[in-house]
């Protein structure tokens, strides 16, 4: 078996330049190149995961196939390189001293003092080569979160320094990521900050091995030598990394700087194939030159902070290239539809041609939710609920169609007359809030010639899930004689996972979390339908607005 190597991304200077993005484009060229490539992510902060945290602190939390709870960059791993990750792709500090301090209750260190080093650093070890020693990779690339000099991030670092040494020059490298700020008073790029970033990196035993620079405007030759010269690497392992346009663009901006022949050479690596990424650029042409445009009405309740949504607007762009439109996003608070006025609410809604109504957790906003639902429903715009989104079309169908005038769901009303969704039985004696959720990847059986089954283009399909409650099958019989058909059926719980109303152009509600399985390149089947069905309402509008105006100047 080959020996599996090891690309280690860190950040200096400033938070938020993209190491996530940097390592998911530099995945998808080395895989464009031949070789198997896996991404994983070290957090330095103490939650166990960010199942526990508000969307507010550290945005969305994405969940993997075999139902880890992880951070939203695992997202753009899956994305950009076509892979799914897993349990062992996100690895936090809460993780790292949890393992040790059951070790230490067990016995396992023989008495031994427990210290950061060797028994921390030898747990993130461990932990960093669970992927590589699969055999399933040639390369593993490792996101360090944080900022070199952060107090949090200092035992992973250490730990890059010993593997470095452990592995040999040939298998390790660091890759560190730095800002190249611009003074507009005196018009010109300083690299002060990122020297003294590559010195702090050194004062912990670790030579950076490639530089990339975050920067507003091209690097020229001089500067390039002087850093190169400043920070002990040859002049090719400088690398510009300009902002971009768009994220798409980051890929191809990383093979015009060399940087994957780089790694390669530094690695003893083979360049094999060369990287075309033709499909990537066929992507990247539409995204940037679309046919026309589509709005779609984001309603959530998270809406500040669009990290907390951000696996549904990238399905939304993917599937809306796919279709060849641009796919305008307004974002939309429920908590703000709650007051308003039918003719106010029409006001509103009225120019999207689309209306999605977002995942969550807790009672706040969900009346606006469900009047936007209704809006919807109501007036036949195509409507895709995620999640909660589909748990309240539940509840709005049950008050405003079944006459059932105090439905809700137990989560926000546990007295409630008629509770149409309700808790799970195996979550009612769970106290602890981390990972216990149903979480992963389970079975659906859909209704043939359904709308999901003729977005699928299957019967059997799997999907990832993150939720307590589910749908109350005492209320089934009355929900299919009043028009919402339960077409996703979960075999061997009878979970209802997808609802649709009847005689409806668009009418779609899913228990579980489409989004994370769309990628760039395939788009979720789901969101293809939907942004599809919104292009034609779009167009069928025009139409009858064309017509009526054309009436008016007969008359």
């Not at 938070?15 to 940097?22: F, H, R, T, V």
């Not at 079975?443 to 709308?451: A, D, V, Y």
Request: aromatic share 8%; net charge neutral.
């Amino acid at each position: 078996m080959s020996q599996t190597k090891y690309v280690f991304v860190t950040g200096g200077v400033a938070s938020s330049l993209g190491k996530g993005i940097l390592a998911a484009s530099l995945g998808k060229v080395l895989i464009e190149r031949g070789y198997r490539v896996t991404i994983q992510k070290l957090d330095p902060y103490i939650n166990v995961d960010p199942g526990t945290l508000n969307p507010y602190e550290h945005g969305e939390c994405f969940v993997t196939d075999d139902g880890a709870e992880t951070d939203l960059d695992l997202g753009h791993y899956e994305r950009f390189l076509d892979v799914s990750t897993s349990q062992a792709n996100n690895v936090t500090t809460g993780k790292i001293y949890q393992t040790v301090i059951n070790k230490e209750r067990r016995g396992d260190y023989l008495g031994k003092t427990v210290q950061v080093i060797p028994h921390i650093t030898d747990e993130i070890k461990r932990r960093i080569k669970l992927l590589g020693e699969t055999g399933k990779y040639d390369i593993v690339l490792t996101e360090i979160g944080g900022t070199v000099g952060d107090i949090e991030s200092l035992p992973y670092i250490e730990a890059v320094r010993q593997l470095k040494w452990e592995l040999g020059a040939e298998n390790a490298l660091v890759l560190h990521l730095t800002l190249l700020p611009y003074l507009r008073t005196s018009g010109e790029l300083k690299t002060k900050p990122t020297q003294h970033s590559v010195k702090m990196l050194l004062e912990s035993g670790v030579q950076c091995d490639i530089l990339a620079l975050r920067t507003e405007f091209s690097i020229d030759e001089d500067l390039r030598r002087k850093i190169a010269l400043f920070c002990n690497l040859t002049k090719d392992a400088v690398i510009e990394v300009r902002d971009a346009e768009t994220i798409y663009d980051v890929p191809l901006m990383l093979q015009r700087e060399e940087l994957d022949k780089v790694v390669l050479k530094k690695l003893g690596m083979s360049l094999k194939k060369e990287p075309k990424l033709t499909d990537w650029k066929e992507f990247l042409h539409t995204f940037k030159n679309p046919e026309s445009e589509v709005k779609i009405g984001l309603i959530g309740k998270y809406v500040e902070l669009k990290d907390s949504y951000l696996s549904i607007h990238e399905a939304i762009v993917h599937a809306g290239v796919k279709n060849n439109v641009k796919t305008k996003i307004r974002w939309i608070h429920s908590e703000d539809l709650e007051e308003l006025t039918p003719s106010e609410m029409k006001a509103e809604l009225s120019d999207l041609h689309g209306i999605l109504v977002a995942p969550g957790f807790g009672g706040r906003g969900i009346e606006g939710k469900v009047r936007a639902i209704q809006y919807a429903r109501e007036n036949h715009v195509p409507f895709f609920g995620i999640c909660l989104g589909m748990q309240c079309a539940v509840i709005e169908f049950a008050r405003n169609v079944l006459q059932m005038h105090e439905a809700n769901s137990t989560e926000f009303d546990d007295t409630t007359k008629f509770p149409v969704i309700h808790l799970q039985k195996e979550q009612v004696d769970i106290t602890d809030k981390g990972g216990t959720m149903r979480l992963g990847l389970y079975n659906c059986k859909l209704k043939e010639n359904s709308t999901a089954h003729k977005a699928y283009g299957e019967t059997n399909i799997y999907e990832r899930h993150r939720h307590r409650y589910e749908f109350n099958n005492a209320y089934l019989e009355e929900f299919k004689k009043g028009g919402m058909h339960a077409t996703g059926i979960n075999p061997e719980k009878s979970l209802v996972e997808i609802v649709e109303v009847e005689g409806h152009p668009f009418y779609v509600g899913v228990q579980f979390h489409p989004e994370y399985r769309s990628r760039v390149l395939t788009p979720h089947p789901v969101f293809l339908a939907f942004i599809k069905a919104s292009k034609k309402y779009r167009d069928d509008k025009t139409k009858k607005s064309a017509k009526t105006k054309a009436a008016k100047t007969v008359s």
